[in-house]
Nanobody, 124 residues
C-alpha cells in the first residue's frame, strides 16, 4: 500500500490550501484515511478523518469550521481543504490509512499505512 500526499506550500495567514492523498495498492472503498500533522519537537496530532463506513467526518477542535476532509472513491483520493489558515497550522501534514472505523481513528495507533508528509507553512 502506498499513500502519496501533496499540496503543501507557503501561504499567508487567512489563505487556503488543498492537500491531496492518493492511495494505491489496495481497495479504497473499505479504507479509512485520516490526516495528522507534526511540528518539530512535538507529537504528531490528529487533524481529520473520513471513515470508510460513515459519511460523517471528524475533526480536531483546533480545525473545526476551517478544514474540510472529503474523499473521491473513484480516484482513491482523500482531500483536506484548509481555509482561514493560521500561523499555528504550520506543520508537516501526513495522511494515513486504516481499515478501522470509529473513534480509534483519532489515534495514531489505529493506522499502519503512512504517506511521506507535505509541509504547510503559514506566514503571519
Amino acid at each position: 500500500v502506498q499513500l502519496q500526499a501533496s499540496g503543501g506550500g507557503l501561504v499567508q495567514a487567512g489563505g487556503s490550501l488543498r492537500l491531496s492523498c492518493v492511495v494505491s495498492g489496495r481497495t479504497f472503498d473499505r479504507y479509512s484515511v485520516g490526516w495528522f500533522r507534526q511540528i518539530p519537537g512535538k507529537e504528531r496530532e490528529f487533524v481529520a478523518v473520513r471513515s470508510w463506513r460513515t459519511s460523517t467526518p471528524s475533526y480536531a477542535d483546533s480545525v473545526k469550521g476551517r478544514f474540510t476532509i472529503s474523499r473521491d472513491n473513484a480516484k482513491s483520493t482523500v482531500y483536506l481543504q484548509m481555509n482561514s489558515l493560521k500561523p499555528e497550522d504550520t506543520a508537516v501534514y501526513y495522511c494515513a490509512g486504516s481499515v478501522s472505523t470509529g473513534t480509534t481513528l483519532y489515534y495514531r495507533r489505529a493506522y499502519y499505512d503512512w504517506g511521506q508528509g507535505t509541509l504547510v507553512t503559514v506566514s503571519s
